[in-house]
């Protein structure tokens, strides 16, 4: 008879199923777990739970522990005895199944050290390695293709020491470039954002930058390209569209310009110097109705635009028989057409009959 009832002390019936003496263990062991109890026998009885279920969760052992706790006289069910030479032996599944694993274990290991070289007396010495290990990632920056000299070796000699020099990245470029034209040298920032474009293609904003920079230089066609291609990568790209209408101004394109503008200030209505500027496009082209319409609609949006500025006065009279005397601040156009430029800190309209009252 076994010293223990292990379903007494699990608390199930001999007849319960695996999955109820699981639950059973379970639910002891949170209640007497060292962890969980501070009495002074619960490490005693979380190793008597322990040993119980490892007993009772073997098939094999369960049903010779249940044989041992029946009392019945003979042998463990399922084992064979036979008598050979004078010693018993008895043949139990579960004394075979640790044989096989044993076996296969043995042949595995022997199987590694001929394929390893572990019967060669020279390698008695030699770890036996089983699984190659996993190479570290390689997180060394780039080698720059002029070696650097360091310490007293000579670069590109055997033996030197070199040192790893990392690329310069899009963004280190983009922001020299910005820093060149913080200090007016716009040739060497084309240089960095060129740099930088080339690193990546399809930043619309380095495009911009550039074509800032060509303008400060006077390469207008250049500028142009360079909006345009801003403008491709974003349609929305109001500044581009500013910059490029101001590129075709300085070339006398006009009406190209008034376009650009236009396009400028349907995607930003509060554009104000999209809408001087392209006042002073249509004063080029004579329109001063609409010059005075957008003159009027920077200053409404932005006081810097207010003063100084220019108010537009068209008037139109016929040809006269002899020179007049010119007005105050008027300007002669030909075709019988004048307009007035005054210079003031806000918008009067004043025609030529108003002046000659004066």
């Known amino acids: 008879m076994p010293e223990e009832n292990l379903y007494e002390l699990l608390q199930v019936e001999p007849t319960a199923d695996s999955r109820s003496i699981r639950a059973a263990y379970r639910r002891l062991m949170l209640l007497h777990h060292p962890d969980r109890n501070a009495g002074a026998d619960a490490q005693e009885m979380a190793q008597r739970l322990n040993r119980a279920y490892e007993i009772l969760r073997n098939p094999a052992r ?42 296969a274990v043995t042949a595995i290991v022997v199987t590694i050290v001929f394929v390893t070289g572990g019967g060669d007396p020279a390698n008695d010495d030699q770890p036996v390695q089983v699984v190659a ?58 240089n960095e954002f060129t740099i930088a474009i080339d690193l990546i293609p399809s930043y619309g904003y380095g495009y911009q930058l550039r074509g800032d920079s060509y303008f400060q230089v006077t390469q207008y066609r250049m500028a142009i390209e360079d909006y345009s291609m801003a403008i491709e990568l974003d349609l929305n790209d109001k500044a581009a569209y500013s910059g490029r209408g101001r590129a075709h101004f300085r070339l006398g394109q006009f009406q190209l310009a008034i376009e650009d503008f236009s396009r400028a200030v349907v995607i930003d209505p509060r554009f104000a110097s999209a809408y001087s500027r392209r006042g002073l496009a249509y004063i080029q082209l004579q329109d001063f109705d609409l010059a005075k319409l957008d003159t009027d609609r920077a200053c409404s949006l932005d006081s810097q635009y207010c003063a100084p500025l220019l108010s537009v006065v068209p008037t139109a009279t016929p040809a006269p028989t002899s020179p007049p005397r010119p007005a105050l601040g008027a300007t002669p156009v030909s075709g019988g057409v004048e307009f007035i430029l005054i210079v003031k800190s806000g918008f009067s309209m004043r025609s030529n009959a108003q002046l000659k009252k004066e």
Not at 66 to 85: H, M, N, Y
Not at 133 to 149: K, M, Q, V, Y
Not at 162 to 170: D, E, F, N, V
């Open 62 to 103: 369960r049903s010779a522990y249940d044989w041992e706790l029946s009392g019945e006289p003979g042998e463990p069910p399922g084992a064979v005895s036979q008598r050979t030479g004078g010693l018993w032996f008895f043949a139990r599944p579960a004394w075979l199944t640790g044989a096989g694993v044993v076996v």
């Open 133 to 190: 290990p996993i190479a570290p990632p390689n997180i060394t920056p780039p080698i720059s293709p002029f070696p650097t000299e360091t310490g007293d070796g000579k670069a590109g000699e055997s033996g030197a020491d070199l040192t790893p020099t990392p690329t310069p990245s899009a963004s280190f470029h983009f922001e020299s470039g910005e820093a060149f034209i913080r200090n007016g040298d716009f040739d060497q920032a084309i």
